[in-house]
């Protein structure tokens, strides 16, 4: 697939080239099929380092430009070296990123031009389930706020229609919010 980069672009998303995808994608729907890759090893103590150089889409195996790395640990107040985002802050970024750039791509396409979009987002965890401490206490968030902050030559009602098509097309926001089947193997 090749991107025109001679179209003007307001918020630096290439909408059109995004559009001549879906189109594709329509006339030939098992090259959307797409595995997303991530190998994590192990370093010491808690930390961990995840590197992501490929995937497969468009019926065959792709690579990024570069290989990416996140290192994971926890802070001192878990006895941990601090040397990476916890998983569940990589996890809120995961969705923070993706929902920000469904907001640019949707922007795009609506004309609106973006001065800046920041998202804040929390999520709240009674840590006493992941410890042990109350088999009856759930291991993941109890409730996450995403919180949009956007300047744009827009009325609220545009930016708030800009941030609610963003979650609907998010693919993090979906994982998130329905059950996954998650599968774990060893060896």
């Known amino acids: 697939m090749t991107v025109n980069t001679e179209i003007s672009l307001k918020n630096g998303v290439n909408v059109q080239a995004l ?3 879906r189109a594709a994608l329509e006339a030939a729907p098992d090259a959307g099929q797409f595995t997303w890759r991530t190998a994590c ?12 150089e490929g995937f497969f889409g468009l019926g065959e195996d792709q690579s990024h430009t570069q290989v990416f790395s996140i290192d994971a640990d926890h802070p001192p107040q ?8 916890t998983p569940v802050e990589i996890l809120l970024s995961a969705l923070a990123s993706c929902l920000t750039a469904g907001v640019a791509a949707v922007a795009e396409n609506r ?13 709240d965890m009674d840590i006493a389930g992941i410890l042990g401490i109350d088999p009856d206490v759930r ?9 949009f902050d956007i300047d744009a030559d827009a009325s609220s009602e545009d930016i708030a229609a800009l941030v609610a098509q963003s979650q609907k097309r998010s693919a993090v926001f979906d994982i998130l919010t329905n059950p996954t089947a998650v599968q774990v193997t060893v060896g």
């Open 19 to 21: 559009l001549d995808a």
């Open 41 to 52: 090893e192990w370093i010491d103590g808690v930390h961990s380092r995840s590197t992501i």
């Open 78 to 85: 878990f006895a941990a070296a601090d040397k990476g985002a």
């Open 111 to 123: 004309g609106i031009n973006l001065r800046s979009v920041k998202a804040t987002l929390e999520g």
């Open 139 to 147: 291991n993941g968030f109890k409730a996450v706020r995403v919180r």
